[in-house]
């Protein structure tokens, strides 16, 4: 019997050897904090090549099944029975995730009535997961709202290109993309702007980079460890805001809640741990047999094109979270506008207690000194923060308003 369905279902996609079972992982955590019931309010996708204990490897159970029946070794594939999938060809092709797509819409087929929005969330072929489910939803209930937020979406070898992988159709509302600044393994390239086709231009888009390698975002307790947790805090933020502000409810909040001067001092800590963020990269043996050492293209070649002032700022939402925080600041160095250096003054004390952010402004010139023994500010040339620009449109008209990250 069909169960009764809430308005928005969730689905969290796990990637490559991830599942449920996984500790301080941003899939494995925001799905454990979902509120509700799975099948009912939202569901797991355990990921290709995984080992979960407490459920069953995708691709070796029958898709269209609750109870994951074991797939029979030969049978008709109109009743389910794809092909069984083993740990070493989902961790080679990502056997086992056209599986999950086919198990995520046969579970939604079941909801009644049918939700009206879907969210995702899914981080490295469970990223790309959750734009195959998408792309599926679109055939099969077009008028389903689809809102994605995608940790470093890495197709794999041999699925870069395939048209359900590389297509954002019309049907995704708001897709969001964080790309890893530090992965530099050849075979681990994501699904950036250039490799990625949106149907529709109404689509509200956005990529972000972030410092770290292909886990640096998502494995908050190993990174926070390391010191070097600033990038995960902050994406996991992020998450939450996008997936809350959609519906998605939790059982408590799967991250601490952040103003707007706290998160630019977040940002700020990134820039100055940057060289230590550098050194996680993959090392030469691991890229050696991954597809060698490669900066990843899109900051080889176009930066430019996904942060406006890139020598400042790290994504977007820094540079768009920054502005809102500090207007008159912002104003000032990176516009050339403004004559009200009170104004600007007054922006630069509000980083008075937050140190890393009160540092990246005395970088770009800021000075506090004594004018005849009184206290005083010096301000950098006006302007002085513009570099050329060529940012895409696409980056550039994205509103983030729309997708709840601003507090």
Known sequence: MPAFASPVFTVFNHGTCASRDGTGEIVAEFGRLAAGTEYKDFLICDGPGSSPTTSVIPGQFNPFTRDKQPKATFGNKELGHTH????????MSGAGWDDNVMHAVATIAE??????????????????????LAYKLREIFPDIAVN??????????????????????GNVKNYLAVLSMHETRGFFKPQDAKRVTFTNAATNAVFVPFPGNHSGQV???????????????????????????????????PSPSYNELEQCNLYAKMKQKMPGYKKTSPGTIASA??????TRD???????????????????????IFKRTLPHLYRWVFENQGSDTAAVIQD?????????LKQTLVDAGFQQTRLSGVPTVLLPIRGGGQQAVDISAQQLTASMSSMGLYV
């Open 84 to 91: 069984i999938n083993w740990k070493v060809t989902g961790v």
């Open 111 to 132: 909801l009644s009535p049918a939700p009206k929005t879907v969210n995702m969330l899914g981080w490295s072929r469970g990223a790309v997961t959750c734009t195959k």
């Open 148 to 169: 994605i937020f995608a940790v470093d979406p890495v197709a794999g070898i041999g699925n870069k290109s395939d048209v359900d992988a590389s297509t954002i159709r």
């Open 219 to 253: 494995n908050l307790d190993k990174n926070v460890s390391k010191n070097q947790g600033e990038a995960a805090q902050m994406v996991w933020f992020l998450a939450w805001k996008f997936l809350d502000h959609f519906g998605t409810r939790f059982i408590s909040p």
């Open 289 to 294: 047999f991954m597809g060698g050492g490669k």
């Open 298 to 320: 899109y900051l080889n070649n176009r930066i430019d094109q996904y942060v406006k002032f890139s020598d400042f700022f790290i994504s977007e939402h820094h540079r768009r």
């Open 348 to 356: 630069f004390k509000k980083a008075e207690f937050y140190p890393a």
